[in-house]
């Protein structure tokens, strides 16, 4: 008998928090409109990230990252995470990706979209893996100042 998924809260909490403190190095001001693009350059492929805030209120905000290549095919989607800040608890977790609706936390398996019973942790962690590569290897277009 398969058993039933239980997500694991505290390693999605910490990857959250993590994550807040990731975005928070790489754009620190969190206003209406604020933009960091980074280029990532690997195996000759040029490799384009954009945070972008497309909301900003006092406790949340919501940031979109776009993942974009040179040489991509016109074919793929680019992938676009909605980034919600929650700036009382100190969390970033992804909500959706673009032209999709919200994600559940947990999803019975299988299910007509396809979706992995642990979507939401995969997308964290996916979110994770992308801001530790612009702290790491990314060069801001536009240099900002990390405090």
Known sequence: MKRKYIPD????????????????????????????????CHDARDVQITLLVEEAFRYTSTLVMRQTQTAGSPWLEVPELVVRLYHDARMA?????????????????PNAEMHQPDEKFQLNQYLSEWLNQCLSYGCARDPVALT
């Open 9 to 40: 809260l505290t390693r999605q909490m910490a990857i959250c928090q993590s994550n807040y403190a990731r975005i928070l190095r790489l754009l620190p001001q969190l206003q209406l409109g604020a933009r960091c693009d980074f280029d990532l």
């Open 93 to 109: 977790e992804v909500i959706c990706t673009r032209r999709r609706r919200q994600f559940s936390g947990v999803y019975p398996y």
